[in-house]
C-alpha cells in the first residue's frame, strides 16, 4: 500500500484509516490534507446534453477548476441517460461540453435540458471497460452498449433482455434500499478523501478525491 502511494506521489500527504468490511467487501479509508485548490463538489453542476454522446458542465467556482469524476452518470426521466467516458476538468467560471460520453440506454430518446436528474457513476464492470484509451476517447454514443447487455446478461436478478439498459438494473425495486443498507457499513472517516476498495481480498480499485467534503459528496 505504502509503495503503490509513493508511486503516485501521495506518501508524505495520506495516511490509512481503520479498515471497513461488510461481506466480501473490504475498504481502506485513505486521509489526509486537501490535495490542492480544486471548486467544491456543489459548484459542479450538470447542465444538459446537446446531442447522443455529449454531456454539459458548469463551474460557478470564480477562481477554482472544478473535477468531474470519472464515469459519473445522469439519469432523469424522458430523455436518454449519460454517463462521462472518463474524468474531465472544467475551469473556473466557465462551462465545458464533452462530447466522448455514452450513451446507457440503447432505445430511449429525448436530450436533458434543465431537469431534474439523479447522478451515480458507473458499476465497477463498465468502469473497467471504459480504462481501454481507444474506447474512452472514441466519440460514439453507443460505445458501451455491448459491454451493458453482457453485464446484464450476468445478474441474476435482472429479467432477460436484449436491450442495453442500465436502467434496468438500477430501477429493480430493492436496488435503492439494499444498496443504502450496504453503503451504510462504509460511512466516510474523518478527514478521509479516498479508499482502496478491495473484493474477496482482491483490490478492484482506488479512489481519491481532491478533499474530504468531495469524498463526502460522492
Same mark, same amino acid.
Given at each position: 500500500?505504502?509503495?503503490?502511494? $509513493?508511486?503516485?506521489?501521495?506518501?508524505?500527504?495520506?495516511?490509512?484509516? $481503520?479498515?471497513?468490511?461488510?461481506?466480501?467487501?473490504?475498504?481502506?479509508?485513505?486521509?489526509?490534507?486537501? =490535495?490542492?485548490? #480544486?471548486?467544491?463538489? $456543489?459548484?459542479?453542476?450538470?447542465?444538459?446534453t446537446?446531442?447522443?454522446?455529449s454531456m454539459q458542465?458548469d @463551474?460557478?467556482?470564480?477562481? @477554482?477548476?472544478?473535477?468531474?469524476?470519472?464515469n459519473?452518470?445522469?439519469r432523469?426521466?424522458?430523455?436518454?441517460d449519460?454517463?462521462?467516458?472518463?474524468?474531465?476538468?472544467?475551469?473556473?467560471?466557465?462551462? /465545458?461540453? &464533452?462530447e @466522448?460520453?455514452?450513451?446507457?440506454?440503447?432505445?430511449q430518446?429525448? %436530450? &436533458?435540458?434543465?431537469?431534474? #436528474?439523479?447522478?451515480?457513476? +458507473?458499476?465497477?464492470?463498465?468502469?473497467?471497460?471504459? =480504462?481501454?484509451?481507444?474506447?474512452? /476517447?472514441?466519440n460514439? %454514443?453507443?460505445?458501451?452498449?455491448?459491454? *451493458?447487455?453482457?453485464? +446484464?446478461?450476468?445478474?441474476?436478478k435482472?429479467?432477460?433482455?436484449?436491450?442495453?439498459?442500465? /436502467?434496468d438494473f &438500477?430501477?429493480?425495486?430493492d436496488?435503492? $434500499?439494499?444498496?443504502?443498507? &450496504?453503503?451504510?457499513?462504509?460511512?466516510? #472517516?474523518?478527514g478521509? *478523501?479516498?479508499?482502496?476498495? =478491495?473484493? @474477496?481480498? #482482491?483490490?478492484?480499485? =482506488?479512489?481519491?478525491?481532491?478533499?474530504?467534503?468531495?469524498?463526502?459528496?460522492?
Open positions: 500500500m505504502a509503495s503503490l502511494l $509513493e508511486t503516485l506521489g501521495f506518501v508524505k500527504r495520506i495516511g490509512v484509516g $481503520e479498515v471497513q468490511s461488510d461481506e466480501e467487501m473490504t475498504v481502506i479509508p485513505l486521509v489526509g490534507d486537501s =490535495l490542492g485548490e #480544486v471548486a467544491s463538489p $456543489e459548484a459542479l453542476q450538470f447542465r444538459r446537446t446531442t447522443y454522446g458542465y @463551474n460557478t467556482d470564480q477562481y @477554482n477548476p472544478a473535477i468531474v469524476p470519472a459519473m452518470m445522469v432523469g426521466k424522458s430523455a436518454q449519460h454517463a462521462m467516458s472518463g474524468s474531465g476538468v472544467v475551469l473556473a467560471a466557465s462551462e /465545458r461540453l &464533452f @466522448n460520453a455514452c450513451c446507457i440506454e440503447s432505445s430518446g429525448g %436530450y &436533458f435540458s434543465g431537469q431534474k #436528474v439523479d447522478e451515480d457513476v +458507473l458499476p465497477v464492470g463498465l468502469r473497467k471497460a471504459l =480504462l481501454d484509451p481507444s474506447l474512452r /476517447r472514441q460514439s %454514443y453507443d460505445k458501451l452498449w455491448g459491454r *451493458i447487455r453482457t453485464w +446484464l446478461s450476468g445478474l441474476r435482472v429479467r432477460p433482455s436484449d436491450r442495453a439498459h442500465l /436502467r &438500477f430501477d429493480q425495486p436496488y435503492k $434500499e439494499a444498496l443504502e443498507d &450496504f453503503a451504510a457499513a462504509f460511512e466516510p #472517516v474523518e478521509q *478523501i479516498g479508499a482502496l476498495i =478491495l473484493f @474477496n481480498g #482482491v483490490p478492484i480499485g =482506488l479512489e481519491i478525491m481532491p478533499s474530504a467534503e468531495h469524498w463526502a459528496a460522492y
